[in-house]
């Protein structure tokens, strides 16, 4: 019973997603929902202006009712293991939306002001931080925050105090990952499609039907965007949708109790945050110690998907790499977790 859950919130996910595009696409365009594309990107990117964004809801949409229709299988099934997992998965699911709310006002503000400007970058760390800080706190009141962490080739690693803010920048930093990441047709969307199913079949084999039905939903959500956001783009996900997909990745592998899987299963999205801090550090350490004062650069442009556009790769092709990256991954991550455990 519990593996028809997961089926269903899968399915459930996909068609929601899919089907809910013929109507909320229309309506983005009627509302005139068009995307405003930054300056600074690539020069034909400008092709892609007035694209309808937000389109993240889709996923959103279709992860919260294949969720909510595979619940009443799993307690028909009374799912085993932590006995706590419900509240787990509650908290998991009200935090990825709160992120999500984040990524709704920032659009919001994005498409009535017709200009790539929302959110203030400080007002946008500042809401969050708070969510983080309230996701980490509810985890500690529930007795679900262990400083002893398992890490790859070190093994358990007691953090003590210095957990908790590495936690938060971890959080938030992941959230900020995957909404850099969402920068060419299909790549968020497919990336993560596949980092949700490494996690569910790492839930699975540990036996947590609840998270395991959520990751479930999220893939089939993710899957279901994809068709209208696959090159050339129909819809983008807006940071709704980055904002959402960066708080379920953290929420999940904390609420597993495993926040060493979220490194592992969102690598792609932390190379793509790392490349962005590399080229600014440099491009400012450069222009003030240089003879000529000139600020250097180590990629054509950051995040790197637009190193490897500038560098002649088609946007379908870095989605396709970037994807298989993103396999080979899960694939360490279930070695890691569930093989040598």
Not at 110 to 120: C, D, S, T, Y
């Amino acid at each position: 019973m519990e593996r028809i859950a997961i089926i269903i919130a899968a399915l459930a996910g996909l068609a929601v997603a899919g089907l809910s595009g013929f109507l909320l696409i229309p309506y983005l365009r009627k509302l005139k929902f068009g995307q405003t594309i930054k300056e600074i990107g690539p020069t034909w990117h400008k092709n892609k202006q007035g694209t309808p964004t937000m389109g993240g809801i889709l996923f959103i949409l279709g992860s919260v009712v294949g969720l909510l229709v595979s619940v009443p299988v799993l307690l028909g099934a009374e799912a085993g293991g932590d006995p706590m997992e419900p509240g787990l998965l509650v908290l998991g699911v009200f935090t990825a939306l709160a992120f999500g709310a984040i990524g709704f006002v920032d659009d919001w503000l994005k498409v009535a002001r017709k200009q790539n400007l929302g959110l203030r970058a400080r007002a946008k760390l500042v809401m969050q931080s708070a969510v983080a800080i309230c996701f980490l706190v509810s985890l500690q009141l529930m007795g679900r925050l262990s400083t002893l962490v398992k890490l790859p080739f070190f093994g358990e690693v007691e953090f003590g105090w210095l957990f908790y803010p590495l936690s938060f920048l971890l959080i938030v930093g992941m959230t900020n990952a995957v909404n850099l990441t969402d920068g060419v047709d299909g790549l968020c969307g497919s990336v993560s499609t596949f980092v949700m199913i490494g996690y569910l079949v790492i839930l699975i084999s540990f036996g947590r039907a609840y998270l395991s039905a959520w990751a479930a939903a999220l893939a089939g959500g993710c899957l279901g965007f994809v068709c209208w956001n696959f090159y050339p783009a129909k819809v983008f996900m807006g940071d709704v949708g980055s904002l959402f997909l960066g708080g379920a990745v953290a929420a999940i592998g904390y609420c597993m109790g495993r926040p060493d899987l979220v490194i592992i299963l969102g690598l792609l999205y932390l190379i793509e945050a790392a490349t962005v801090m590399l080229q600014m550090g440099f491009f400012k350490l450069t222009k003030r110690f240089s003879k000529d004062h000139q600020g250097r650069r180590i990629f054509k442009m950051t995040p790197i998907h637009h190193h490897f556009e500038m560098s002649g790769w088609s946007e379908v092709a870095i989605d396709v790499t970037f994807c298989l990256f993103t396999i080979l991954c899960a694939v360490g991550a279930y070695i890691y977790a569930v093989i040598l455990g």
